[in-house]
């Protein structure tokens, strides 16, 4: 009984594990706020609460609709080796050549996080502030996702190699246990992007390169900590749940050289990039004049809908953490 009860709080707790984990997501697109250039800055800050808050949105509606899923990843060993020649960069000839069906199944972060940009151009273009916060906040978690080495690899939770858990491992235990402390968060400022297609197939690459990396330093870890070691259990609001061990944790974060948080700051530098792309590119529109900005009774019971389909839901479509 003990451990059947046991065993359903852990599925419990690695269902609530995603990408970035909600507190990396919030992290990023918060920080990002502070890149920005000064006709920018005033208007992210004044609704930086939104653009924390709704990081994650993009994660729970994967609670709602199927054709999320494959927004936040790509499988892209699944055409060959590094570094994958093989797959077009061009969306549509990437559809000819393996079909719609094919590329969907295997995930379209890389060209999903374009479509994301050319929405917020256009939003900028409307000076439409629902538009312009709601995709401001979903953009930075598509570019904070295509930044986790495990969203471009197939044995994305270590499933394959009998490393289960290792996706929310990387991307929630260590910055949640990590970040506060130790990582530094000092970044500079938001660039322009000339070729936003170029550098995001440039991260992607760069994540998928770290994938086996990621995967072989937990396995090397776990040859050499005793068994009881490796694990502890924490208390989460009244629930004993086991989670990875704070030295098991350092001593992978410390395996990894940074890597968790060089990719944080490189999504924080992305996200903050791409607003201000976006705005440029939309001709630099003044944000205290902006329209529309009030969110509908519909749009704020989507987002309530959101939050309802994530706490009693089960993702829809397939499983990608
Ligand atoms: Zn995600």
């Not at 295997?106 to 538009?131: C, D, H, S």
């Not at 609001?237 to 990719?263: C, P």
Request: some cysteine; aromatic content about 14%.
């Amino acid at each position: 009984m003990k451990k059947a009860l046991f065993v359903t709080v852990l599925l419990l707790v690695s269902q609530q594990c995603f990408c970035w984990g909600f507190f990396g997501h919030r992290k990023i697109n918060y920080l990002a706020v502070f890149l920005l250039p000064p006709e920018m800055i005033g208007f992210y800050k004044t609704h930086i609460d939104f653009l924390t808050e709704h990081s994650v949105d993009p994660d729970k509606r994967r609670y709602a609709i199927p054709e999320e899923g494959p927004r936040h990843y790509i499988d892209i060993d699944h055409y060959g080796e590094y570094p994958y020649k093989n797959l077009p960069h061009n969306y549509d000839s990437a559809v000819a050549k393996f079909s719609s069906d094919t590329v969907n199944a295997y995930g379209i972060v890389p060209w999903w996080v374009q479509t994301m940009l050319a929405r917020l151009t256009n939003a900028f273009k409307e000076k439409n502030q629902v538009k312009i916060l709601k995709l401001s906040a979903e953009i930075g978690h598509y570019l904070a996702d295509a930044h986790v080495p495990l969203h471009a690899s197939h044995n994305h939770n270590g499933q394959f190699t009998n490393q289960n858990g290792i996706h929310g491992f990387w991307e929630s235990r260590v910055p949640e246990l990590l970040a506060e402390k130790e990582f530094d968060f000092w970044i500079g400022k938001a660039e322009h992007i000339k070729n936003p297609g170029q550098f995001i197939w440039a991260r992607v690459l760069e994540s998928a390169a770290a994938a086996d990396t990621v995967l072989r330093f937990e396995k090397e870890l776990t040859q050499t900590t005793a068994a009881d070691q490796k694990y502890s259990f924490e208390n989460r609001n009244g629930v004993t749940i086991r989670t990875y061990s704070t030295s098991f944790t350092t001593g992978y974060n410390n395996k990894l050289n940074g890597m968790v948080e060089r990719r944080m700051r490189q999504s924080i530098f992305a996200v903050a990039s791409f607003w201000y792309t976006a705005w440029v590119n939309a001709g630099q529109p003044d944000l205290k004049k902006l329209s529309n900005k009030e969110f509908t009774a519909e749009e704020l019971k989507e987002f309530e809908e959101l939050n309802t389909n994530w706490r009693n839901g089960k993702i829809v479509g397939r499983e990608h953490e």
